[in-house]
Nanobody, 125 residues
Framework: QVQLVESGGGLVQAGGSLRLSCAAS????????MGWFRQAPGKEREFVAG????????SYADSVKGRFTISRDHAKNTVYLQMNSLKPEDTAVYYC??????????????????WGQGTQVTVSS
């Protein structure tokens, strides 16, 4: 069992930055692939970024490549999403998710095993 708690969302102007954090409980955090997804009103939940168990492999949606960076800290049981050059279209609720085992980065939300409650990110123009 893994419990995930996101933080770091908020309101920011276009061009600004935010760093989201996802704190995980459980001793097996290092065994999971971790992903960030987002969902805007009226839209389906979409993949944003993912990182495999040891951080050696990452994947990004085309819409965020070059602007967002995912990382993880096993000592703190935390995964981060650094978001730079934010755009109004990045506005959404951002969710952290965990998938076991942690070798492959999946981009489909229904394949992840555990989810956080989400954190709102709003980018004003």
């Amino acid at each position: 069992q893994v419990q995930l708690v996101e933080s770091g969302g908020g309101l920011v102007q276009a061009g600004g930055s935010l760093r989201l954090s996802c704190a995980a409980s459980g001793r097996t955090f290092h065994s999971y692939t971790m992903g960030w997804f987002r969902q805007a009103p009226g839209k389906e939940r979409e993949f944003v970024a993912g990182i495999n168990w040891n951080g050696g492999n990452t994947s990004y949606a085309d819409s965020v490549k070059g602007r967002f960076t995912i990382s993880r800290d096993h000592a703190k049981n935390t995964v981060y999403l650094q978001m730079n050059s934010l755009k109004p279209e990045d506005t959404a609720v951002y969710y952290c998710a965990a998938d076991f085992p942690g070798n492959t980065i999946l981009v489909t939300y229904w394949e992840y095993d555990y989810w956080g409650q989400g954190t709102q990110v709003t980018v004003s123009s």
